[in-house]
């Protein structure tokens, strides 16, 4: 069981345009989900945390108007890149996690983003 | 802030051969300590973990032990396999919060 799904495993996209990645736990309801983002042989950066039915919150540094974050059911969480620009190619990590008071989180296989 | 050290990568050993993967962190409390393992393809899976000083994780023949005095949790294996080549996160968590990354380092394992 806890099995994350990440949608798409990558896609290529024109600088300007927005880009939709779904994050699904498969077998159980998440309370809450992650996003990372990691560099090339760096480590994982959290972006924000998402909370069902609440709005995300953010990371530092993190713009929110650009990664706009929709938690909109216990097993679905969207991150949407806007306006996405060739900074933003990178490999995109959710993970979901049953209970608010577990430290436990469960990783989806990442989606690579590269932005022409 | 909270962060993780571990060593650079990338490390390569041959089948059999003794696994050292150092890791420090340094946090304001007194966190929780992971280790992540990334088999090629497939998403972070929790290795082994440790709550509280001088716990020991342990799996699939990997342990740590959480040091409080050093602040480390270096990750050790006896005789390393092919199967164990990954990329391997040290992490840590206060309060069941967020977790925090080490950058990470690429085990290869050659027959």
């Known amino acids: 069981g806890a099995v994350v799904s990440q949608h798409p495993s990558w896609v290529i996209c024109k600088s300007g345009t927005s880009v939709k990645i779904e994050c699904r736990s498969l077998d159980f309801q998440a309370t809450t989900m992650f996003w990372y983002r990691q560099f090339p042989k760096q480590s994982l950066m959290l972006m924000a945390t998402s909370n069902e039915g609440s709005k995300a919150t953010y990371e530092q540094g993190v713009e929110k108007d650009k990664f706009l974050i929709n938690h909109a059911s216990l097993t679905l969480s969207t991150l949407t890149v806007t306006s996405a620009h060739p900074e933003d190619s990178s490999f995109y990590i959710c993970?979901?996690?049953?209970?608010?008071?577990?430290?436990?989180?469960?990783f989806g296989p990442g989606t690579r983003l590269t932005v022409t | 802030g909270d962060s993780v050290t571990q060593m650079e990568g990338p490390v390569t050993l041959s089948e059999e051969a003794f696994l050292t993967i150092n890791c420090t962190y340094t946090a304001t409390g007194y966190p929780s300590l992971f280790w992540y393992v990334q088999y090629p393809g497939e998403g972070l899976q929790l290795l082994l973990k440790a709550t509280k000083a001088d716990d020991k994780g342990s799996n699939k023949g990997f342990e740590a032990t959480y040091r409080k005095e050093t602040t480390s949790f270096h990750l050790e294996k006896g005789s390393v396999q092919v199967s164990d080549s990954a990329v391997y996160f040290c992490a840590l968590s206060e309060a069941a919060q967020k977790l925090v990354f080490g950058q990470g380092t690429r085990l290869t394992i050659n027959p």
């Open positions: 993970s979901a996690r049953r209970d608010r008071d577990s430290y436990e989180q469960y």
